[in-house]
């Protein structure tokens, strides 16, 4: 996969509901959407990411899924929508701003409460893969399974047995560090970088 163009400027439709051009669609397969990191989501919400194929009839939008400052980023395969049809329990108008051009297809955001997104499905043709949350999943994931198969090996004091090659570890110590790094992979998937 290469990356034909990054589109970051957008056309307002109203103060929650933004539309992303993309010209000479025809060839495309996937969209990546993702936040800069410059301004995070206001607490509570987060946006809805919706696609239009041109079509001779108008727009019809497709849910492909959400962001949020939990989910900054997302990839969508979308070549399967080229020929199915949309599901009308998401449907959604973005005004006037939507074009009719025969190869511009378009991205449309909708800044909506975070509660509101959870009840909203993709479409079932949409595959979606996140770089990031798959990451965040692959990390917590590996974490409780560290924690949980070290704690296995926990005893009491009284259970101890002198040895003096080995050294312990209080489970204590090992439950704040997890605690702590799955906090801060929340706040900040990239924090281990620095």
Do not use: C
Request: aromatic share 12%; charged share 15%; proline share 8%.
């Amino acid at each position: 996969m290469f990356i034909l163009e990054v589109q970051t400027d957008f056309h307002p439709v109203n103060e929650t509901q933004f539309l992303f051009n993309i010209p000479e669609a025809d060839n495309i397969n996937h969209v990546v959407i993702f936040m800069t990191g410059q301004t995070p989501f206001p607490d509570g919400l987060g946006a809805a990411v919706y696609f239009s194929w041109p079509r001779p009839e108008g727009p019809v939008w497709t849910l492909l899924g959400h962001i949020s400052n939990q989910k900054p980023s997302a990839i969508y395969k979308i070549s399967s929508l080229k020929t199915a049809d949309s599901d009308d329990d998401n449907q959604i108008h973005f005004g006037d701003m939507s074009h009719q051009q025969s190869h511009l297809a378009q991205v449309g955001i909708s800044v909506e409460p975070l509660d509101q997104l959870a009840q909203q499905v993709p479409a079932s043709q949409v595959s979606v893969s996140g770089a990031v949350p798959t990451f965040m999943e692959f990390a917590t994931k590996m974490l409780e399974n560290f924690f949980n198969f070290s704690s296995s090996f926990a005893v009491t004091q009284s259970q101890m047995v002198p040895n003096p090659t080995e050294t312990f570890v209080p489970l204590s110590t090992l439950k704040n560090w997890f605690e702590n790094f799955q906090r801060r992979l929340q706040q900040n998937p990239y924090f281990w970088k620095s």
